[in-house]
């Protein structure tokens, strides 16, 4: 039987609860794209994306911990390869909901740059882990 290593555990445990609160976004993405709540086009679009990313990176950081105790990294790298994409999860939809906050906004703020620090995370996170899978 496969066992988990108490730092997948835990932040399987952690990621998992974090998806019940991309569940209640969805409830506030609901009532943006029905026009319940003010918002520009660049407002919705942005909202969309940050819920999509954090859902699907939040699935996806939960595939990499496990993944991660395929491998025989260690250290930094193990911490790299089964936490990047969980990092990842927070930067780059933090990005398009802070980058599209104020009223009647139709671009992005200073605040994007999460978005391509959340990408740049993301890629070590992958790389470092499909770097380790190849070489079990």
């Known amino acids: 039987m496969f066992e988990l290593s108490t730092e997948a555990s835990r932040l399987i445990g952690i990621l998992l609860l974090a998806?019940?609160?991309?569940?209640?976004?969805g409830w506030y993405l609901t009532?943006?794209?029905r026009g319940k709540l003010p918002a520009t086009?660049?407002?919705?679009a942005f909202a969309r994306?940050?819920?999509?990313?954090?859902?699907?990176?939040?699935?996806?950081?939960i595939v990499a911990a496990v993944l991660t105790d395929a491998t025989d990294l260690d250290g930094a790298a193990a911490?790299?390869?089964?936490s990047?994409?969980?990092?990842?999860?927070?930067?780059?939809p933090a990005g398009f909901f802070f980058s599209s906050l104020g009223?009647?906004?139709t671009r992005p703020n200073a605040l994007i740059v999460l978005v391509w620090i959340g990408a740049a995370v993301l890629a070590a996170g992958l790389v470092?882990?499909?770097v380790g899978l190849l070489t079990v």
């Open 49 to 61: 994306a940050g819920h999509g990313h954090a859902g699907m990176f939040l699935t996806l950081g």
């Open 128 to 130: 470092t882990l499909g």
């Open 103 to 105: 009223a009647g906004r």
């Open 79 to 82: 911490w790299v390869a089964r």
């Open 84 to 92: 990047g994409v969980a990092v990842a999860a927070i930067l780059m």
């Open 41 to 44: 086009d660049f407002q919705r």
């Open 19 to 25: 998806l019940v609160t991309v569940e209640s976004g």
């Open 31 to 33: 009532r943006l794209i």
